[in-house]
DNA sequence: GCCGTTTTCGGCCCGACTGTTTTCAGTCG
């Protein structure tokens, strides 16, 4: 399995840089990687020779680890690892698992002593020198020749079934107590995990210390590792750990999410609710110093506003990333307008004025080509005067950005109605059907991809053409057309006419799966036909779009600098 | 190294227990 393979390619590299002390946040970087690889339900290398592009989609994958999965597909492993390996003695990781030896002790052993294997480590104990070394003792040097002693008997990790036996075996313990209101075990168990590597309860009641020490009273445990006021760690006589936690009963919620993980999850998302000013803990959720009470683990999602999701998907693969509809806040600006050069109502000014008090950033004005007579069409000549008008307006308007365009006519051939060398003097090029709707569908389709694949075209407006009510729509391939346009780079407009709304939910819908953008235009022939753009959202969230969605809740800049072939 | 309703730079979950320490670092959950 390749995916195993990288996953623990990527375990190791965050093993070894916390032994060379890197960044806390590159390591879990890593860490993460590697367990949403491990999870992942995909080959890797079938999604790089399907789109290469697509690896860093995948949750805690961006450019970086895009790459040294390519590399490791490729040749095998990656320089990072290899270098690292070189650097780092094998014997220092096995050292790193003993219990309460992590990587900092781990490298003050190595470069203190040259310890670099667990024998080593062993003998310089037994000689007395560990508790010699700085914030090192007597006790510490034991623990170590403890931990080296019980890392062998130490069960590796358990078959869940095993583990629900012992555990089931521990509550029906546990409730014994008059001490213990509620008890329940937690952790990998309760997510279903295959194997487990320890048992985790949970337990709540009013005397803490006294589930505790009822707890450590169990009769199958062999010794006690840690124990605390809220929580204890013993090895049972068969070697496996089983852990502890007790909370008052009012936190009973939190603390059972809390301890049911994943850590990954539980991390995703703690950041979540940082993001809403909230946080999570064990003992509940709080806003400032204000606590949210989670007595069931529904009180904590209600808190932070999510649904509920069962502990067996709590791994971090997703399962938190629900989807968060476009807003009219969203949108960041106008990009298919008219003026009166064509058949708009309005000059570019007032357009402009009306757009500035939507709070837009900008406004695109793309009036007619020519070949459209009846909306006076601006040929070549004109749209030169037209370019040379709004860069003089640029300069007297403050506060909105006048960007230049045309909705230029795809001709019956999929031509453009305008020459390349006028095209690529605009900001914004809507190529669009006006003429010829009764063509058959491979003519239409084919028409409209060859405007796609013009290099200065940014959008396709209304692409199906249709009138609510008066107009079908022509007849069209749109899995076609849509594959062309994520090809190109070009987005395919959502129409807000409300007349229009072109394209329809369920289209909407096929663009954001197949990773195609789309742009809101309200196609205003006037000032007054800007606030179409509320049809256009509430089509928009029909078709479950979010803001990454829409190429017009991004600023100009970015805009316009989205380049187009590939 | 990842990531974006405030962000393309500057953040990154949060707390318990232990040993060594006069105030916290390391490790673990
Ligand atoms: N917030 C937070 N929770 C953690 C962290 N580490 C562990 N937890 C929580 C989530 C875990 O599921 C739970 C129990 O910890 P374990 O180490 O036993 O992990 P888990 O049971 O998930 O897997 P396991 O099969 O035991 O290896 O404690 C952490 O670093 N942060
Ligand atoms: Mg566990
Ligand atoms: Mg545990
Ligand atoms: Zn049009």
Redesign the pocket.
Known sequence: MENQKIAQIFQEIGDMLEITGD?V??I???HR?AQVVANYPYHLRDIYEKDPKLL?KI????????GKIIEILDTGDCK?HLQLVKQIKPGLLDIMK?????????KLFHDELSIDSVAKLKSAAKRGLI?ELS??????ES?VLKSIESYGRLKARIPMYEALDIAEEIISYMKKSDAVSKVEYA?SLRRRLETVG?V?ILACGDKPEEIIKYFCDFPFISHIE??????T?VILENGM?V?LRVVSKDDFGAALYYFTGS?AH??TT??IA??MGL????YGVFKGNKKIICRTEEDVFKAINLPYIIPEMREDTGETDFI?PI?I??IKGELHSHSDWSDGENTITEMAETAKKTGYEFIAITDHSASLKIAHGLDKTRLEAQIKEIETLNKKIEGIKILTGAEVDILRDGSLDLPDSILKKLDIVIASVHTYFRLTREEQTARIIKAISNPFVKIIGHPTGKLIGMREAYDIDLVKVMEAAKKHNVAIELNCNPKRLDLSAEHLRMAKDMGVMISLGTDSHGTSQLSYIKYGIFMARRGWLE?KNILNTMDYASILSSKHHE
């Not at 949750?59 to 895009?66: D, E, R, V, Y």
């Not at 003993?98 to 781990?106: A, H, N, V």
């Not at 840690?226 to 929580?231: C, D, F, M, V, Y």
């Open positions: 960044s946040f590159k879990r970087s890593y990687a860093d949750p805690g994958i961006g450019k970086s680890l895009m990072k003993l219990r309460g030896i992590g990587p900092k002790k781990t508790r914030g090192m003792g007597e006790k510490s623990e952790g320890d985790d840690s124990r605390g006021n809220t929580k760690t750990q852990d850590k539980n991390i703690r950041k940082q993001k946080k999570i803990n064990e968060k807003e806040s969203d803001k």
